[in-house]
């Protein structure tokens, strides 16, 4: 029904606003230190990034198809899946963290290696921290992604409550009581994503919820199920990789341009993810509904659902884009920036703001939902080829041939993004996107 839907969505946004707003109060906290240390953890966040996008969209593959066992009334099969996915994010969560503690500085000289030495020396402590809390949050995101399968995004919500409240308050014990620089920024990190992996765990070994981790652990990969969860999650995890790995290549670029344009990026970038996180909120909800829709068998539901809460996605990012807007200058001055800086985060802003309700929607909105009906591998292909073809190597182009400065980030993106649109309208208005089986019927 409405209100159930309306209930699912709220604590999504409401999760996904607060993760940024406390991102946002991070950097603010860290502008203290210097411009060195916030260019520093920004480049370095960009790896982190890309690993947790890796982790959600394993998480997004086990929540597809035990979504499509609950729509098809299977809760065996589907708490079968809950106990798999953990153990898979699990051993390439610590995987992934070993290679990142211990090859830290080779990896950050070859990604940015033109930086300056104080960013490199801050970078490469903040990562030798945080790559240590990543096994916590990929079992976090398998925890999340379950609740919300189960329509709960209220667990999710309090529990990111809990994990962003104890980071930030113990950024600003760290930073402004104990004097620390970028160790004042990593440790809550670290600490925060473990208390909320711990908590998330031992609330989903309740065995009176309808999807809940077996009371002994899952300890050995059922390559069936794996086969399943990776088959949705392989993709959708290139994708994202795909994606994060190409700003990569633009951060890579954008480090050449000097300090005040590595901040400004920086700047712009969180505004950007600020005015865009209602609405993947929503798209949270949406691959909920879409997936229980499609493992009964009810296609046209679907469909409607999706056209539905992609316009309420459009609204939502209409309506913030206007706030951030008014309030980004304020903000640079609240953040202490150069005014070369501020200029610059300012115009990239304004530019954002005025696109991004044009075309977002329909480049990301729609693959939430045809994502969550099997299709991933069209996404894939679609948002890969844009990537290459339109945001790395425009903004390059602009950049090292040019001589354009960051706002070639965004010009790049503006064609991404359209490119995305086209493709993606093309695909829904088609309806080969719900030709898809994702489990066996009974």
Same mark, same amino acid.
């Given at each position: 029904?409405?209100?159930?839907?309306?209930?699912?969505?709220?604590?999504?946004?409401?999760?996904?606003?607060?993760?940024?707003?406390?991102?946002?109060?991070?950097?603010?906290?860290?502008?203290? *230190?210097?411009?060195?240390?916030?260019?520093?953890?920004?480049?370095?966040?960009?790896?982190?990034?890309?690993?947790?996008?890796?982790?959600?969209?394993?998480?997004?593959?086990?929540?597809?198809?035990?979504?499509?066992?609950?729509?098809?009334?299977?809760?065996?099969?589907?708490?079968?899946?809950?106990?798999?996915?953990?153990?898979?994010?699990?051993?390439?969560?610590?995987?992934?963290?070993?290679?990142?503690?211990?090859?830290?500085?080779?990896?950050?000289?070859?990604?940015?290696?033109?930086?300056?030495?104080?960013?490199?020396?801050?970078?490469?402590?903040?990562?030798?921290?945080?790559?240590?809390?990543?096994?916590?949050?990929?079992?976090?995101?398998?925890?999340?992604?379950?609740?919300?399968?189960?329509?709960?995004?209220?667990?999710?919500?309090?529990?990111?409550?809990?994990?962003?409240?104890?980071?930030?308050?113990?950024?600003?014990?760290?930073?402004?009581?104990?004097?620390?620089?970028?160790?004042?920024?990593?440790?809550?990190?670290?600490?925060?994503?473990?208390?909320?992996?711990?908590?998330? *765990?031992?609330?989903?070994?309740?065995?009176?919820?309808?999807?809940?981790?077996?009371?002994?652990?899952?300890?050995?990969?059922?390559?069936?199920?794996?086969?399943?969860?990776?088959?949705?999650?392989?993709?959708?995890?290139?994708?994202?990789?795909?994606?994060?790995?190409?700003?990569?290549?633009?951060?890579?670029?954008?480090?050449?341009?000097?300090?005040?344009?590595?901040?400004?990026?920086?700047?712009?970038?969180?505004?950007?993810?600020?005015?865009?996180?209602?609405?993947?909120?929503?798209?949270?909800?949406?691959?909920?509904?879409?997936?229980?829709?499609?493992?009964?068998?009810?296609?046209?539901?679907?469909?409607?659902?999706?056209?539905?809460?992609?316009?309420?996605?459009?609204?939502?990012?209409?309506?913030?884009?206007?706030?951030?807007?008014?309030?980004?200058?304020?903000?640079?001055?609240?953040?202490?920036?150069?005014?070369?800086?501020?200029?610059?985060?300012?115009?990239?802003?304004?530019?954002?703001?005025?696109?991004?309700?044009?075309?977002?929607?329909?480049?990301?909105?729609?693959?939430?939902?045809?994502?969550?009906?099997?299709?991933?591998?069209?996404?894939?292909?679609?948002?890969?080829?844009?990537?290459?073809?339109?945001?790395?190597?425009?903004?390059?182009?602009?950049?090292?041939?040019?001589?354009?400065?960051?706002?070639?980030?965004?010009?790049?993106?503006?064609?991404?993004?359209?490119?995305?649109?086209?493709?993606?309208?093309?695909?829904?208005?088609?309806?080969?996107?719900?030709?898809?089986?994702?489990?066996?019927?009974?």
């Amino acid at each position: 029904s409405r209100k159930d839907i309306i209930r699912m969505i709220l604590p999504a946004i409401a999760e996904q606003a607060l993760a940024m707003l406390v991102g946002m109060a991070d950097s603010l906290m860290l502008a203290g *230190v210097g411009e060195r240390a916030v260019s520093a953890v920004s480049l370095v966040d960009q790896i982190n990034i890309l690993m947790i996008n890796l982790f959600a969209a394993l998480a997004t593959g086990g929540a597809v198809i035990a979504g499509q066992c609950l729509g098809a009334k299977d809760d065996k099969r589907a708490c079968h899946i809950t106990d798999q996915l953990a153990l898979v994010q699990i051993l390439l969560g610590v995987g992934i963290s070993a290679v990142l503690f211990f090859f830290r500085e080779p990896l950050l000289r070859v990604i940015f290696g033109s930086i300056e030495q104080k960013i490199m020396d801050y970078a490469v402590i903040y990562m030798g921290i945080t790559a240590v809390s990543l096994p916590f949050i990929a079992l976090y995101n398998a925890a999340a992604a379950i609740y919300r399968t189960m329509g709960n995004t209220r667990t999710p919500m309090l529990i990111s409550i809990l994990m962003n409240g104890v980071n930030i308050c113990g950024n600003a014990l760290l930073i402004y009581g104990c004097g620390m620089e970028v160790e004042g920024a990593a440790i809550p990190t670290l600490v925060s994503r473990a208390v909320a992996a711990v908590v998330a *765990v031992a609330l989903l070994r309740n065995q009176g919820l309808q999807l809940h981790f077996s009371r002994r652990p899952a300890l050995k990969p059922d390559g069936g199920a794996v086969r399943k969860i990776l088959g949705i999650g392989i993709p959708n995890g290139v994708e994202n990789s795909m994606f994060q790995f190409g700003k990569l290549v633009i951060q890579s670029t954008v480090s050449t341009l000097g300090t005040a344009a590595i901040a400004a990026n920086a700047m712009a970038a969180m505004v950007e993810g600020f005015v865009g996180n209602a609405s993947v909120g929503v798209g949270l909800g949406l691959m909920t509904v879409v997936g229980q829709c499609m493992g009964a068998g009810h296609v046209e539901e679907a469909r409607r659902y999706i056209l539905k809460l992609s316009f309420l996605g459009r609204m939502l990012i209409l309506l913030f884009c206007a706030m951030a807007a008014v309030l980004i200058q304020p903000v640079t001055v609240i953040a202490g920036m150069e005014p070369d800086a501020a200029q610059m985060t300012v115009q990239m802003v304004w530019l954002i703001c005025a696109y991004k309700p044009l075309m977002w929607s329909t480049s990301f909105m729609l693959a939430y939902g045809m994502r969550a009906a099997g299709d991933v591998k069209f996404s894939l292909i679609t948002s890969s080829v844009t990537m290459w073809t339109c945001r790395v190597i425009i903004t390059v182009l602009l950049i090292r041939v040019f001589h354009m400065g960051p706002v070639a980030v965004w010009i790049g993106m503006f064609s991404d993004w359209t490119a995305r649109s086209i493709a993606y309208v093309w695909r829904f208005r088609s309806g080969r996107w719900a030709q898809h089986q994702v489990i066996e019927k009974a």
